[in-house]
């Protein structure tokens, strides 16, 4: 059995840790963008919409620095 090294990719997720804060993120970019590739919508422009109204909101879901903001 052979060390490959740290994961870099699960299930076309792609994983980005930081070790030091003990953080973990899982990002699925490439997927994303391979679908829209696929259906031709790359250069579609992003349109914001809002929450349905079955969707509560509170002040503890909310970011409580930058970091998790930019996370967002």
């Known amino acids: 059995m052979n060390e490959l090294g740290?994961?870099?990719h699960i299930?076309?997720?792609e994983?980005?840790?930081n070790r030091a804060q003990r953080?973990?993120?899982l990002s699925q970019q490439k997927?994303?963008?391979r679908v829209l590739q696929r259906f031709n919508m790359e250069s579609?422009?992003?349109v914001s919409?809002?929450?349905g109204t079955h969707f509560k909101m509170s002040s503890q879901?909310?970011?409580k620095n930058e970091v998790e903001h930019i996370a967002m």
């Open 15 to 17: 994983i980005k840790r």
């Open 44 to 46: 579609s422009k992003p």
């Open 6 to 8: 740290k994961a870099q």
């Open 61 to 63: 879901l909310c970011p």
């Open 11 to 13: 299930l076309g997720m």
């Open 31 to 33: 997927y994303v963008l």
């Open 23 to 25: 953080l973990l993120w």
């Open 49 to 51: 919409f809002p929450l």
